[in-house]
C-alpha cells in the first residue's frame, strides 16, 4: 500500500498546480489505483553497467534497457545544456541569471534562492553539481528556454542526437514525473559525452564543497573522498527511484564510468558501485596485460633481435617517441605523462621533454616527447599506443644532442 501512496504522490506533484481534476478524472485515477492495488507494489526497479570510457565498451551490465525514474541524474543534461550555452558564446561564467518566483519555489533540495533576484551561471554550475538544488536547475531552464515545460522538450532532443534513446525528459530538476525515465545504458552515454564533448568544464564535477549565502554545501558524491581516482559525477534520489550513482574513475590512464540504478540506501549503493568499478578494473588489466603480450610477441616475430630486457639501457637509449603538438605546454606534458602510465614498464626511466615549434604563422606548438629508450621499445610502445588510437611517432635522437629531464 505504501508504493501506491507514493505513485499517487509522484502523480500529484507532476501536475501543474493550476489545473483542477474534473470529476470524470478523479473516477478514472480512482479506477487506476484500484487496478494497481490488484497487481503490485511500484519498486525501484535495481541496474547497473560498468563502461570502457574510452571506447565505449561495457564491461558489466544488469538490466541496462530497463527504464526507470533517473532522479537527479537528470541534471546531468540540465548541466550539459548549460554547457553548450557556456561553448556557443551565449552565456559567460559571469553572466547572471534571473530568478523567477517559480523557480524559487520548488521543493527541497534547494540553494534557497529570491525570486527577483539573480545568480551567475558558475554559482548555478556548483549548485547542481554540489547541493543538486532544484530551484537552480528550474532557473538554468527559465532563462536557456523561456519555460522550464519547453526545456525540457530540449534535454530529449538531446538526448536523441546523444543516441540516449530510452530517455525522456520533463522537467530540469528530476522531480516525480511518471513521464521522465531512463536507463543504465542511456545515463551512462551521457556521463560519456559530458567528459568528452565538455572537458573544458567536466572538473566542475570534483568540486567537493561549495559556499553560497554564508553556507557550505558539500558534494553528495561520496566515491570523490573514498574511492581513489574519482573525479565525478552525479548522485540521485526519489522515492520511486531508489538511490541512483553515476560515478567517473581514472587510474594510470584509464577511465570507467559506472551507473547504479535502485539502491537501498546511499551507503549500499556507494559500496554497490566500488565493488563493480573495482571488477572493470580487473577487467581491464587482464585485457591490457593480454594485448601487450600479443604485441611483444607479434614485434618479436616480424622484428627478430636477440633476447634482452625491456627496461631501458644506457648503450641503446638514444630513440624516443613524439605523441601530440598541442597549444599549450601543460597539455603536452600531460599526454606524455599519460603516455607514460599506459606502458610504464618501458617509459617509466624515460625523460619527458616538451619541446615548443614555432610556425610561421606565430603559433606556437608544444611537441610532447618521451627520450632515453631503443629503438626496439620505441616501435613497441608506437604499436601499443597506436592500436589504442592514440598518437604516436618513433624519434631518433641525434648524437650529441644534450636532452634535459622534465619530470615536473
Known amino acids: 500500500m505504501k508504493g501506491i501512496c507514493e505513485l499517487s504522490r509522484d502523480l500529484a506533484v507532476a501536475e501543474p498546480r493550476s489545473v483542477r481534476p474534473s470529476v470524470s478524472v478523479v473516477a478514472s485515477l480512482a479506477l487506476l489505483l484500484s487496478l494497481i492495488l490488484s497487481v503490485s507494489p511500484v519498486a525501484a526497479k535495481y541496474a547497473s553497467l560498468v563502461m570502457d570510457a574510452e571506447t565505449g565498451r561495457i564491461l ?27 561553448d556557443s558564446g ?10 523567477s518566483r517559480r523557480a524559487a519555489s520548488q521543493p527541497a533540495l534547494r540553494l534557497g534562492l529570491e525570486p527577483g533576484r539573480s545568480i551567475t551561471v558558475k554559482q548555478a554550475i556548483l549548485g547542481l553539481v ?31 542526437k546523444l543516441g540516449m534513446r530510452r530517455t525522456t525528459f520533463r522537467n530540469a530538476s528530476g522531480l516525480p514525473h511518471r513521464g521522465q525515465m531512463s536507463t543504465a545504458r542511456d545515463m551512462a552515454r551521457l556521463a560519456r559525452a559530458l567528459i568528452r564533448k565538455h572537458a573544458r568544464y567536466y572538473y566542475f564535477f570534483s568540486t567537493q564543497r561549495f559556499r553560497y549565502g554564508g553556507q557550505a554545501h558539500d558534494n553528495h558524491n561520496e566515491l570523490l573522498h573514498t574511492y581513489e581516482g574519482t573525479d565525478g559525477i552525479k548522485t540521485g534520489y526519489i522515492r520511486a527511484s531508489g538511490y541512483n550513482l553515476v560515478a567517473s574513475v581514472k587510474r594510470k590512464g584509464q577511465r570507467l564510468i559506472g551507473v547504479v540504478f535502485g539502491g537501498n540506501s546511499s551507503k549500499h549503493r556507494d559500496r554497490h558501485m566500488k565493488f563493480l568499478l573495482d571488477k572493470g578494473f580487473q577487467s581491464l588489466g587482464r585485457k591490457m596485460m593480454s594485448q601487450y603480450k600479443s604485441s611483444t610477441a607479434s614485434t618479436a616475430t616480424t622484428v627478430p633481435t ?73 616501435f613497441l610502445v608506437c604499436s601499443y599506443l597506436k592500436k589504442r588510437k592514440k598518437d604516436c611517432m618513433e624519434i631518433r635522437i641525434k648524437t650529441g644532442v644534450h636532452v634535459a629531464a622534465n619530470r615536473s
Request: charged residues 25%; hydrophobic residues 40%; aromatic residues 6%.
Open 60 to 86: 558489466h551490465q544488469t538490466n541496462a534497457d530497463t527504464r526507470n525514474y533517473p532522479a537527479s541524474l537528470t541534471k546531468m543534461m540540465t548541466l550539459y545544456m548549460a554547457f553548450d550555452a557556456l
Open 90 to 99: 551565449v552565456w559567460t561564467l559571469d553572466k547572471r541569471l534571473k530568478v
Open 130 to 160: 554540489t547541493r543538486s538544488a532544484n530551484d537552480v536547475a528550474t532557473v538554468i531552464a527559465e532563462n536557456i528556454t523561456g519555460s522550464e515545460r519547453s526545456f525540457a522538450l530540449h534535454m530529449t532532443a538531446k538526448a536523441r
Open 306 to 378: 636477440p633476447k634482452r630486457t625491456l627496461r631501458r639501457s644506457s648503450q641503446s637509449g638514444n630513440w624516443g617517441i613524439q605523441v601530440g603538438a598541442f597549444a599549450r605546454y601543460d597539455q603536452a606534458h600531460k599526454a606524455a605523462r599519460a603516455a607514460v602510465d599506459l606502458v610504464p614498464r618501458i617509459l617509466r626511466d624515460g625523460r619527458i621533454k616538451v619541446v615548443p615549434l614555432k610556425k610561421r604563422s606565430g603559433r606556437t606548438l608544444h611537441r610532447a616527447r618521451i627520450y632515453g629508450i631503443s629503438k626496439r621499445q620505441a
